[in-house]
Every structure is written in C-alpha cells, then in structure tokens.
C-alpha cells in the first residue's frame, strides 16, 4: 500500500505510465493471490490458480517494462507517450485468465510437465 501511495504521488497525476505501473503491481499480486488460493481449492480451481500464478509473474515483467518505457521517453525525450491502453490491459488480463483455466482444464496432475516445462523455461 505504501508503494502504491507513493508512485501515485510522484506519478499519478502525470497519467503517463500510471496505467502500466498499475497493472504490474496488480499482476504481481496475482502471483501471490494465486499461490494462496490454489490451496484452498481442489480439481480444476485449484489447477487454475496454480496457472495463474504461474502466468502471471511474466506478464507483470511485461507491463513493468511498459511503465519504465513511458518513463523514459516521458523524462528523456520530452515526448509522452501511451503505450497500454484500458482496452489492451483488459484484453491482456482477460487472456491470463482464459489461458489459466483452459490449461488448468487440461492439467492431468499438480506438475504437468508438458504445459509447464515450457512456460518454467522461459522464465
């Protein structure tokens, strides 16, 4: 909450990166979110936050790197820019969400290997 406070302090008023900052932290709340609630649910709910954990930690990289972007071309080159829009950050969650619970449906045991090998890779 305290850095919440404060990034909207220094960044909110100035809409720009407020948008993808937001986003990132509420993603990588979702990490956390989601490795607590998959304890609490069995079969398919639990598998669907087990993904969504898992899922959620690259795509709030991705919107951290949105944010620092419009930063630096808000402070370095005198040129605002929006890179996220509402409309692409609820195409871009609902995604997560949709791809969470379709291989959370397609999850045969807590550790798939051939779903999760991939995305545990890349990271």
Do not use: C
């Amino acid at each position: 909450m305290l850095a919440i406070i404060f990034i909207w302090a220094n960044f909110g008023r100035r809409e720009q990166g407020w948008l993808a900052l937001t986003s990132g932290i509420f993603t990588v709340g979702l990490i956390g979110f989601g490795e607590a609630a998959e304890h609490f649910f069995t079969a398919q709910l639990h598998d669907f936050f087990h993904y969504l954990h898992i899922l959620a930690a690259p795509v709030s990289l991705f919107f951290l790197y949105l944010a620092v972007d419009e930063l630096r071309l808000l402070y370095y080159h005198q040129s605002p820019k929006k890179v996220l829009t509402i409309g692409t950050t609820a195409a871009i969650l609902g995604a997560v969400a949709a791809t969470s619970a379709i291989l959370g449906y397609q999850a045969s045991a807590a550790l798939d290997l051939p779903i999760e090998m991939p995305i545990l890779s890349s990271l």
